[in-house]
C-alpha cells in the first residue's frame, strides 16, 4: 500500500502532530512506499526528521508559501498522483481540518477525520474515532478505492527506524490563490503552542481575577508546559482566547492536563478528555471534572499551586 503523509511546519521546522502522522503512515504502508508532501521554509534537519519515522520520498514544495486551503488541496492531490497513494494522512489540525474535505471531495475518496487507532488488520480498512464528544466510540469502514484520514494529535505515537529519504522539489502548478494574506501574527507569544504542548497547565474562574494568573504561568513555565484556560476566562478578557481550550476552542491531547479552579462542564471536558493523565485542583468536591480526573485535590488553589510549585522546584534541584 502506497501512502502519503501532509506534513505542517512552523518557523521552519515541521510541526509534533507531522511527525506522529509520519510514523502512522508508514506503519500502515505495510511494506509500500511512505511519502510526505510538505510546502513553504523547512529546514533540512526537520526534513531528516520526518524521513527517520519510515518515510521513503519527500516532495517539498518550496514555490509556496500561502495557506489558501484550496491551493493545498490540490498540492496533495497532484502529490498523491506523482506517489500512487491509496491512503492520505492528515494531522487533525487547523490546516488538516481545511484540507482534508476538500482533498477527499477531489479525488472522490472516503473521508473519516479524527482517527484515534490503526486501522483493522482483518483485510478491511476500518479506523475508530471518538463521537459524542469523546463518550463514545466509533469504528468506521473504507468502501472506498481512495482514502482520506486525519490523525488525532497524541493518539498512536511515533516509531523511528534507520530510513532515510529522498528529497524532491515539487512544484506543480497549483494556479492562482483566491486568498489573499495581508499580514501574518503567531499567536501566543513567547509561550508552548498549545497544539505542541505534552503538558498543559489550565485554569477557569476559580483564580477569581487576571492577576492572579502569575502561579499558573510559573507552575507552567517550572513544569515546561504551555498555558490553557477555559472559555468565560476568556470571554471575559482574562486570559486571550487562543489559549481556550474545549468543545469551542483548541481540543488537545497532552500528557499531562492540570485543571485548577475549572468545574468541569462537558463543553470544556470535550476538548481535554483525550489527555494522558488529568489533575484537578478544585474546593468542590462535587465539581463534574473530578469524574474525569486521575487524581484530583480537593482545596484552595492560592494554597495548593504554590506548594506544587515548591515541590517541582525542589524536585528539579535534586535532579540537578
Given amino acids: 500500500m502506497n501512502v502519503l503523509v501532509f506534513a505542517d511546519s512552523f518557523n521552519g521546522s515541521a510541526v509534533k502532530a507531522a511527525h506522529e502522522a509520519a510514523s502512522y503512515g508508514a506503519k500502515i504502508a505495510n511494506g509500500g512506499n511512505t511519502s510526505i508532501v510538505t510546502y513553504g521554509e523547512i529546514s533540512e534537519s526537520s526534513m531528516n526528521e520526518l524521513a527517520s519515522y519510515g518515510i521513503t520520498n519527500i516532495l517539498h514544495a518550496n514555490g509556496i508559501n500561502d495557506m489558501d486551503p484550496a491551493r493545498l488541496a490540490k498540492l496533495v492531490e497532484a502529490a498523491a498522483n506523482e506517489t500512487g497513494a491509496e491512503v492520505v494522512i492528515f494531522s487533525h489540525d487547523y490546516t488538516g481540518k481545511s484540507v482534508a474535505p476538500m482533498l477527499a471531495a477531489r479525488m472522490k475518496a472516503g473521508l473519516v477525520t479524527g482517527v484515534i487507532d490503526y486501522p483493522s488488520t482483518d483485510g478491511s480498512f476500518t479506523v475508530k474515532k471518538a463521537v459524542f464528544s469523546g463518550k463514545a466510540l466509533a469504528e468506521v469502514k473504507f468502501n472506498t478505492e481512495k482514502k482520506v484520514i486525519s490523525l488525532l494529535p497524541n493518539s498512536v505515537g511515533k516509531t523511528k527506524t ?10 506543480p502548478d497549483l494556479g492562482t490563490s483566491s486568498v489573499t494574506i495581508k499580514e501574518f501574527k503567531a499567536k501566543g507569544g513567547e509561550g508552548i503552542l498549545l ?72 463543553q470544556h471536558l470535550a476538548g481535554v478528555n483525550g489527555s494522558k493523565v488529568i ?13 474525569a480526573a486521575d487524581y484530583g485535590i480537593v482545596g484552595d488553589a492560592f494554597t495548593v499551586v504554590p506548594k506544587l510549585i515548591a515541590a517541582v522546584k525542589e524536585f528539579k534541584a535534586a535532579q540537578a
Wanted: hydrophobic content about 40%.
Fill in 162 to 171: 534507520e530510513a532515510s529519504a529522498n528529497v524532491t522539489v515539487f512544484n
Fill in 195 to 266: 497544539t505542541e504542548a505534552e503538558l498543559v497547565v489550565s485554569a477557569g474562574r476559580g483564580l477569581k481575577g487576571p492577576e492572579n494568573w502569575g502561579m499558573i504561568e510559573e507552575l507552567a513555565k517550572e513544569l515546561g508546559a504551555g498555558t490553557a484556560c477555559s472559555r468565560p476566562v476568556s470571554d471575559i478578557g482574562w486570559r486571550p482566547h487562543h489559549e481556550h481550550v474545549g468543545q469551542t476552542g483548541i481540543a488537545i491531547r497532552p500528557n499531562l492536563y492540570i485543571a485548577v479552579g475549572i468545574s468541569g462542564a462537558i
Fill in 279 to 291: 489533575v484537578v485542583i478544585n474546593t468542590d468536591s462535587d465539581a463534574p471534572f473530578f469524574k
